[in-house]
């Protein structure tokens, strides 16, 4: 049996549970974007960007728990009917991705709060376990919007590479977007193998 200590250190990456935990995802989010400058605090310190997606059966959400509090979230949307939340401010640049025959995913909202303390190991889970899903699902580009300040750490970590730079982003206050791609064949050779046989499925 592990030890008090450990159980509190550990943390579980899984999807959404319910409507009490999505509430959760909000609130960090707000947490976030407020102390970045990018929204305005709410009352009801809850924040849905791009919220009609919370909902679509292309979108996964998935949260990291510890002590049964949501310390950290990521999304990730395949393409499908309803497009992508980067179409909001790249929609060019997506549908020359379609037309080139990739099959795309978006990974959104990717936060983590102040809370969680050092925060690379929950940042690098969300991330693997996003990536992993999109393999799963054929895609073979992904793509993230992320400040400019943090581009690196996605170009170190799985080979992302600058497709557009927007000065805002449609939603958010005064929040500089920077898009990313990950192609599933520019990626470390360790991360393909998350996908069967090392291939796309």
């Not at 450990?6 to 899984?14: E, K, L």
């Not at 999807?15 to 960090?28: G, S």
């Not at 920077?178 to 520019?186: A, H």
Request: proline fraction near 5%; include cysteine.
């Amino acid at each position: 049996m592990a030890e008090p200590s450990a159980q509190r250190d550990s943390v579980i990456i899984r999807p959404v549970a319910n409507e009490d935990e999505l509430d959760m995802v909000h609130h960090l989010t707000h947490d976030n974007y407020v102390a970045m400058g990018y929204a305005s605090p709410q009352p009801n310190r809850k924040l849905a960007h791009y919220g009609d997606f919370d909902h679509l059966i292309e979108t996964t959400i998935l949260v990291a728990i510890r002590d049964n509090e949501v310390i950290g979230s990521a999304s990730v949307t395949m393409d499908g009917p309803w497009g992508l939340t980067v179409d909001k401010d790249f929609k060019r640049i997506c549908d020359m991705l379609r037309y080139n025959g990739r099959s795309l995913a978006v990974i959104w909202r990717l936060v983590i709060a102040k809370s969680a303390g050092p925060s690379l190991k929950i940042l690098m889970g969300l991330i693997q376990q996003v990536t992993n899903r999109a393999l799963m699902e054929g895609v073979n580009t992904a793509l993230i919007t992320v400040n400019p300040k943090h581009q690196t750490v996605y170009q170190r970590l799985v080979n992302a590479t600058v497709l557009s730079t927007n000065n805002f982003t449609k939603g958010l206050d005064q929040a500089p977007g920077v898009l990313l791609r990950m192609d599933y064949e520019n990626l470390p050779a360790s991360w393909k193998t998350l996908a069967p046989n090392g291939q796309a499925a």
